[in-house]
């Protein structure tokens, strides 16, 4: 995703706007899979609390950058 935006200047603004657009569904629905996790212990729960997160700030980041 990185790499698309460094070049995102090459791209025309609908296509720009699409790869955006899918990739916070693609957040969206991580996002939805680490919130379901049954967190059996504490290490588990570590790590599924920073995806969690992780995706937050990406969905927020990626809000910033659409339209």
Known sequence: ???TLWFGR?????TLSR???L???DHEQ???LYERILVPDDHVGAVV???IAY??????WLDGLLP
Do not use: P
């Not at 090459?10 to 609908?14: A, E, G, T, V």
């Not at 995706?55 to 927020?60: D, F, K």
């Open 23 to 25: 990739s916070r569904q």
């Open 19 to 21: 790869f955006l657009t």
């Open 49 to 51: 609390a920073f995806g």
């Open 55 to 60: 995706e937050r700030a990406v969905l927020e």
């Open 1 to 3: 995703m990185l790499v």
């Open 30 to 32: 991580r996002l939805g």
């Open 10 to 14: 090459h791209l025309d603004r609908q």
